[in-house]
Structures are given as C-alpha cells and as structure tokens.
C-alpha cells in the first residue's frame, strides 16, 4: 500500500490511542461483565469481548499496513493534479461536472468525495493541468472522457480521515 509520511503518522496515533486508552477501557469492561455471573446468557460479556477483540484486530490491521507500506509523496507543481488538491473534473458523457479530492489510498472515501490515488480516475488525473482532456481507462473494454475544469490545492484536512476495513 501506498502511504504519505502524514497517513504513517496517523496511522501510528490511532494505534497508540488503541493501546494507551481503547485496550485498557475493553479489558476493564469484560473483566466488569464476567463478575455479573453466568456467562452464557450475559449479553454485556458478549458485547464487551466483541469491542476487544474488534479493537485488537484494528491493531493488527494497522500494523501490518504499516509493515507493507510503501512511502510516497506529493511532487506535483502547484498547477497540477496531485495528492490532496480539490479537482473539478466535466465528465464529457454524462455532461456533468463533480469535485473530488485526491487522497491517498488510506483516506479515500467515494461518499465524502475523496477519490484514491490509485483508483481509474485517480491514476488518470495526476500531473495533469486545468483543461487538459484525459481519458480514464476502466477496464480493457471501457473508458470515457473528462475535461479538468479547476484544481484547487486544499491540503490535508482533518476530515482527511485514516479508512476503516
């Protein structure tokens, strides 16, 4: 996976905030849920190790995303589509046109808006300037047309957040 020194950094905080205050807080619950008694009908024991064991995989997770993580960084001129600029893009077949954000593969979020880097359109736009007709391959047998409309250098926002799985 592809990752900025920013998304390591805030992948290394949530995993610290994970041990330091989630993992403590989960282990606290269950051990209060299993002095409630019989285990088998005890819901709040079965909730409380279900959050544990959710946060401890969301520990694993990022660990090894960190571990198989390859660093990359921004090196596109400031008129240029790259990482965490805002893009206006026409698409030509649906005469339609959307913006998005290009954020890296940990941020992406289609609903919010933020496209991925390594995603069709992504890949497509990058280093490519306000007016510039490029065409986005989806598969061997599709791929359409956008015009770049504006591009906008927004910088990485708190809303920029880490993806879950």
Do not use: W
């Not at 989960?26 to 285990?39: C, S, T």
């Not at 190790?49 to 969301?58: F, G, L, P, Q, V």
């Not at 290009?102 to 736009?125: C, F, H, Q, W, Y």
């Amino acid at each position: 996976m592809k990752l900025t020194n920013s998304d390591i950094e805030k992948i290394k905080e949530e995993i610290e905030h994970r041990k330091l205050v989630v993992r403590p807080k989960a282990i606290e619950a269950v051990k209060e849920a299993r002095a409630q008694g019989d285990l088998s009908e005890n819901f709040e024991y079965h909730a409380a190790k279900k959050d544990k064991n959710k946060n401890e995989s969301r520990i694993r997770y990022l660990e090894k995303i960190l571990k198989t993580a390859t660093v990359i960084s921004d090196e596109s001129k400031d008129d240029e589509i790259g990482l965490n600029k805002t893009v206006e893009i026409y698409f030509e077949e649906d005469d339609e046109t959307e913006k998005f954000k290009i954020v890296s593969t940990m941020r992406g979020d289609s609903v919010k808006g933020r496209i991925s880097n390594e995603s069709p359109i992504g890949k497509a736009l990058m280093k490519h300037k306000v007016g510039d007709r490029v065409e986005i391959k989806v598969n061997d047998n599709y791929s359409y047309y956008v015009v770049v409309k504006s591009i906008e250098n927004t910088g990485e926002e708190d809303t920029d957040t880490i993806r879950s799985y």
